[in-house]
Protein backbone atom coordinates (compact mmCIF):
# COMPACT_ATOMS: atom_id res chain seq x y z
CA UNK A 1 0.00 0.00 0.00
CA UNK A 2 1.09 3.12 -0.85
CA UNK A 3 2.22 6.19 1.59
CA UNK A 4 -0.74 8.47 0.64
CA UNK A 5 -3.69 5.61 0.68
CA UNK A 6 -1.99 4.17 4.36
CA UNK A 7 -2.39 7.87 5.62
CA UNK A 8 -6.05 8.06 4.50
CA UNK A 9 -7.12 4.86 5.42
CA UNK A 10 -5.65 5.12 8.96
CA UNK A 11 -7.43 8.91 8.87
CA UNK A 12 -10.95 7.16 8.39
CA UNK A 13 -9.95 4.64 10.82
CA UNK A 14 -9.69 6.80 13.92
CA UNK A 15 -12.35 8.97 12.52
CA UNK A 16 -14.84 6.04 12.64
CA UNK A 17 -13.05 4.74 15.96
CA UNK A 18 -13.52 8.25 17.52
CA UNK A 19 -17.23 8.63 16.78
CA UNK A 20 -17.88 5.09 17.45
CA UNK A 21 -19.16 3.94 14.25
CA UNK A 22 -18.65 0.47 14.13
CA UNK A 23 -19.77 0.07 10.64
CA UNK A 24 -17.35 2.19 8.98
CA UNK A 25 -14.38 1.14 11.68
CA UNK A 26 -14.82 -2.56 10.18
CA UNK A 27 -15.09 -0.70 6.37
CA UNK A 28 -11.62 0.70 7.25
CA UNK A 29 -10.08 -2.41 8.16
CA UNK A 30 -11.76 -4.31 5.15
CA UNK A 31 -10.18 -1.32 3.06
CA UNK A 32 -6.98 -1.74 4.50
CA UNK A 33 -6.56 -0.04 7.38
CA UNK A 34 -3.90 -1.27 9.27
CA UNK A 35 -5.43 -1.69 13.36
CA UNK A 36 -2.25 -0.32 14.25
CA UNK A 37 -1.98 2.86 13.28
CA UNK A 38 -2.31 7.01 14.22
CA UNK A 39 -3.35 10.16 13.02
CA UNK A 40 -1.18 12.84 12.26
CA UNK A 41 -1.59 14.04 15.70
CA UNK A 42 -0.55 10.28 17.10
CA UNK A 43 -3.83 9.04 18.18
CA UNK A 44 -4.60 5.82 17.57
CA UNK A 45 -7.56 4.25 17.09
CA UNK A 46 -7.24 1.91 19.95
CA UNK A 47 -6.89 4.82 22.16
CA UNK A 48 -10.05 7.57 20.72
CA UNK A 49 -12.25 4.22 21.37
CA UNK A 50 -11.30 3.29 24.94
CA UNK A 51 -11.44 6.99 26.15
CA UNK A 52 -15.45 6.75 24.30
CA UNK A 53 -16.25 3.58 26.06
CA UNK A 54 -16.95 2.10 22.94
CA UNK A 55 -15.84 -1.66 23.57
CA UNK A 56 -17.18 -3.17 21.12
CA UNK A 57 -14.74 -1.32 18.71
CA UNK A 58 -11.98 -2.03 21.24
CA UNK A 59 -12.00 -5.59 20.64
CA UNK A 60 -12.71 -5.26 16.88
CA UNK A 61 -9.56 -3.15 16.74
CA UNK A 62 -7.69 -5.43 19.31
CA UNK A 63 -9.14 -9.03 17.15
CA UNK A 64 -7.44 -6.80 13.94
CA UNK A 65 -3.98 -6.64 15.62
CA UNK A 66 -3.60 -3.05 17.48
CA UNK A 67 -1.73 -3.98 20.72
CA UNK A 68 -3.49 -2.86 23.76
CA UNK A 69 0.00 -1.39 25.63
CA UNK A 70 0.58 1.31 22.17
CA UNK A 71 0.68 4.86 23.45
CA UNK A 72 -0.89 7.39 21.73
CA UNK A 73 -0.42 11.08 21.14
CA UNK A 74 2.64 13.02 21.37
CA UNK A 75 2.64 13.67 24.68
CA UNK A 76 -0.70 14.66 26.15
CA UNK A 77 -2.39 11.23 25.70
CA UNK A 78 -1.57 8.31 26.93
CA UNK A 79 -2.56 3.80 26.70
CA UNK A 80 -6.04 2.71 25.82
CA UNK A 81 -5.85 1.22 28.74
CA UNK A 82 -4.95 4.59 31.51
CA UNK A 83 -7.56 6.45 28.99
CA UNK A 84 -10.64 3.84 29.54
CA UNK A 85 -10.27 3.60 33.01
CA UNK A 86 -9.69 7.60 33.96
CA UNK A 87 -13.89 7.75 32.45
CA UNK A 88 -14.61 4.62 34.34
CA UNK A 89 -15.02 2.42 31.08
CA UNK A 90 -15.06 -0.90 32.74
CA UNK A 91 -16.06 -2.95 29.58
CA UNK A 92 -13.26 -1.30 27.64
CA UNK A 93 -11.06 -1.84 30.76
CA UNK A 94 -11.93 -5.26 30.41
CA UNK A 95 -11.87 -5.93 26.92
CA UNK A 96 -7.90 -4.72 26.68
CA UNK A 97 -7.46 -6.54 29.95
CA UNK A 98 -8.73 -9.60 28.24
CA UNK A 99 -6.32 -9.12 25.75
CA UNK A 100 -3.20 -8.36 28.12
CA UNK A 101 -2.57 -4.83 28.85
CA UNK A 102 -0.77 -4.17 31.40
CA UNK A 103 -2.63 -3.00 34.38
CA UNK A 104 0.44 -1.34 35.57
CA UNK A 105 1.80 0.24 32.86
CA UNK A 106 2.10 4.05 33.38
CA UNK A 107 1.59 6.41 30.54
CA UNK A 108 3.83 9.60 29.09
CA UNK A 109 6.39 6.89 28.92
CA UNK A 110 6.72 5.24 32.41
CA UNK A 111 6.16 8.77 33.74
CA UNK A 112 2.57 9.28 33.96
CA UNK A 113 -0.14 7.97 35.76
CA UNK A 114 -1.08 4.20 35.81
CA UNK A 115 -4.76 3.05 34.60
CA UNK A 116 -5.44 2.34 38.85
CA UNK A 117 -4.11 6.47 40.24
CA UNK A 118 -6.68 7.21 37.12
CA UNK A 119 -9.83 5.08 37.99
CA UNK A 120 -9.05 6.32 41.43
CA UNK A 121 -9.41 9.93 40.57
CA UNK A 122 -13.08 8.97 39.28
CA UNK A 123 -13.80 7.78 41.45
CA UNK A 124 -15.12 4.36 39.31
CA UNK A 125 -14.92 1.35 41.82
CA UNK A 126 -16.23 -1.24 39.91
CA UNK A 127 -13.21 -0.40 37.74
CA UNK A 128 -10.76 0.06 40.12
CA UNK A 129 -12.10 -3.77 41.50
CA UNK A 130 -11.24 -5.01 38.36
CA UNK A 131 -8.11 -3.39 37.85
CA UNK A 132 -6.62 -4.70 40.74
CA UNK A 133 -8.15 -8.26 40.41
CA UNK A 134 -5.79 -8.13 37.27
CA UNK A 135 -3.08 -7.11 39.37
CA UNK A 136 -3.12 -3.50 39.32
CA UNK A 137 -0.69 -2.66 41.98
CA UNK A 138 -1.07 1.24 43.86
CA UNK A 139 1.72 3.14 43.90
CA UNK A 140 3.57 4.69 46.84
Avoid: F
Amino acid sequence: MNRRKHKKLSRRLVDAALVGDMSRVRSALRAGAPAETADPAGSTPLYVASVGGAADIVRVLLAAGARPDTESGIGSEGTPLCGAACWGHTEAVRALLDHGADPNLREDHGTGWAPLAWASKGPYPETMALLVTAGARPRN
